[in-house]
């Protein structure tokens, strides 16, 4: 059973951090791709960051570059990729969401990812 769960999200001032995780298992993730999107209510849903299956090349949209970083932790059975998002602005508010995709290749569209998890909250007050 595939499963990705996100957990770290909440509530948080501006200029503050928060760490999100996504526990990812399930399939064999250390062969995919992994990214973080996010999806405020209106909005659709937008590329935020991936990492590359070895963790050795990263990509970031440019409202994030600077201040997120995402990391990934390949262990035997289970891969966790992090986001650490700092310098938090009101405009990050969303619902964070964790995918997977099979390809090495880089892609920031959400049709491209094959496993999805849940979401996780964030929310930055100003």
């Known amino acids: 059973q595939v499963q990705l769960v996100e957990s770290g999200g909440g509530l948080v001032q501006a200029g503050g951090s928060l760490r999100l995780s996504c526990a990812a298992s399930?399939?064999?993730?250390?062969?995919?791709?992994m990214g973080w999107f996010r999806q405020a209510p209106g909005k659709e849903r937008e590329f935020v960051a991936m990492i590359n299956w070895s963790g050795g090349s990263t990509y970031y949209a440019d409202s994030v570059k600077g201040r997120f970083t995402i990391s990934r932790d390949n262990a035997k059975n289970t891969v966790t990729v992090y986001l650490q998002m700092n310098s938090l602005k009101p405009e990050d508010t969303a619902l964070y969401y964790c995918?997977?995709?099979?390809?090495?290749?880089?892609?920031?569209?959400?049709?491209?990812?094959?496993?999805w998890g849940q979401g996780t909250q964030v929310t930055v007050s100003s």
């Open positions: 995918a997977a995709k099979s390809g090495n290749y880089r892609s920031i569209r959400t049709a491209d990812y094959d496993y």
């Open positions: 399930g399939r064999t993730f250390s062969n995919y791709a």
